[in-house]
């Protein structure tokens, strides 16, 4: 028996069941019951998902299929809710699809709705104000908001949630902690903090969580810029989520009327350990916590208080100059090729400044990468450049470059 392409698994307590399936972007939708997890399976709270290669066959966990709703369902058990928490997997299409229809729904019920996103950092809130009210581009917005070197993720991912938030006039909330804040935490304590980055910290901290702390030794082997140092890699890990969940909290205080939704990468949330407890504690309202899953995601009836089962769908690759940009500086340029580079086929040179494409001026790297953003390869693009940083305007060159 096949699943689905995609299915949503329910495991909230007073959930009733039912078979209504739901299409959301060309994805149909499922829930099933996770309470229906064979009773032969033992998940504790910090465990993985348990399935590999010394995984006894007796030992899979099974749902039962006969246990079906539709996405709808989840919909109506989380109207009332203040505070909804989705997860992600930053680079799958598929998640974000599923995000922009809760949000659509919530907003539809409710107008008065803010979205909470980790994708920008703190201090930027005033360009995601701005860009809101409509008194900056999207493009500039992405630029003010150092978007294309802070968060990185392809854009393409994110631009359907943040232009409904515009169309909408939802505001934006910056949750992301400060990289600098973050990055220097990794090799320095609390006190040894310039007082800059220490005005920056969240007011408070719950280091009570264990199964929340062997979660991260579970992964700290992945991070070898701690230099081995746990303490470090925990205390930057912390700092991150009660920096998301201070800002959250406090924006619903200065807003009694306004609901969250909260987007997050799902380490962020499950066993509500990240961000969703740490909200709670400083303003206890009704959540709900939802995931679509990803390979690595635990089974736990804990996990969260929804899970969709999700097939990966991708946007297709991004067309490409083949080179590598200096994006520091006040102009933008070439600092080296990759292999098959076109830019480099077409004669430009290391050194080379981008000023336009087609008919958009080029600035800074915000604005080059808004410029591609929606080309393939095989698209065709009017690149128009200066040989080197000395010259003038009046010694423009353009080139049509295919994009690989």
């Not at 360009?127 to 009210?133: F, G, M, S, V």
């Not at 631009?159 to 939802?170: F, G, L, S, T």
């Not at 100059?321 to 070439?334: M, P, Q, S, V, Y």
Request: one cysteine or more; charged letters at 25%; a negative charge.
């Amino acid at each position: 028996m096949s699943l689905p392409s995609s299915a949503a698994m329910k495991y909230h307590r007073d959930f009733k069941p039912e078979s209504l399936p739901l299409s959301v972007g060309g994805l149909l939708l499922i829930i099933v019951s996770l309470l229906a997890i064979s009773a032969c399976t033992t998940l504790s709270a910090g465990s993985r998902m348990p399935i590999d290669d010394t995984t006894s066959i007796i030992d899979l966990p099974v749902v039962e299929l006969d246990q079906t709703s539709s996405l709808a369902h989840v919909m109506k058990q989380i109207d009332d809710s203040r505070v909804v928490l989705v997860g992600e997997t930053h680079t799958r299409y598929d998640h974000h699809l599923v995000q922009l229809e809760i949000l659509k729904h919530l907003y539809q019920k409710s107008p008065n709705l803010s979205l909470g996103v980790e994708w920008f950092q703190q201090p930027y809130q005033k360009h995601l104000d701005d860009y809101i009210a409509g008194e900056i581009s999207e493009k500039e917005m992405l630029h003010r908001t150092d978007y294309f070197s802070r968060w990185q993720y392809n854009y393409r991912l994110y631009q359907p949630i943040i232009q409904y938030a515009r169309e909408n006039n939802i505001p934006i909330i910056a949750l992301n902690a400060p990289r600098e804040l973050i990055k220097a935490l990794a090799k320095s304590e609390f006190d040894d903090l310039p007082e800059e980055l220490k005005s920056q910290l969240p007011e408070s901290y719950d280091w009570s969580d264990k199964d929340y702390e062997q979660r991260l030794r579970d992964v700290f082997e992945l991070h070898p810029e701690y230099n081995g140092k746990f303490e470090n890699f925990l205390r930057s890990q912390l700092t991150w989520d009660e920096s998301m969940a201070e800002r959250a909290a406090q924006y619903l205080q200065d807003n009694p009327e306004t609901r969250m939704l909260v987007l997050a990468g799902s380490g962020h949330i499950v066993f509500g350990s990240g961000i969703t407890n740490r909200i709670k504690r400083r303003i206890d309202t009704e959540q709900f916590s939802i995931l679509i899953s990803e390979d690595f995601l635990p089974v736990s009836k804990d996990i969260a208080d929804f899970m969709v089962l999700s097939v990966k769908q991708t946007l297709g690759p991004v067309g490409l100059i083949g080179a590598f940009l200096n994006t520091e500086g006040k102009l933008l340029t070439i600092k080296g090729f990759s292999k098959n580079s076109a830019v480099k086929d077409a004669g430009l040179k290391q050194g080379s400044v981008i000023i336009g494409v087609d008919n958009e001026t080029v600035e800074n790297f915000a604005d080059f990468k808004f410029a591609i953003i929606n080309k393939k390869p095989g698209d065709t693009i009017e690149l128009h450049y200066l040989d080197n940083a000395d010259e003038g305007k009046k010694d423009r060159k353009s080139v049509s470059i295919e994009l690989r």
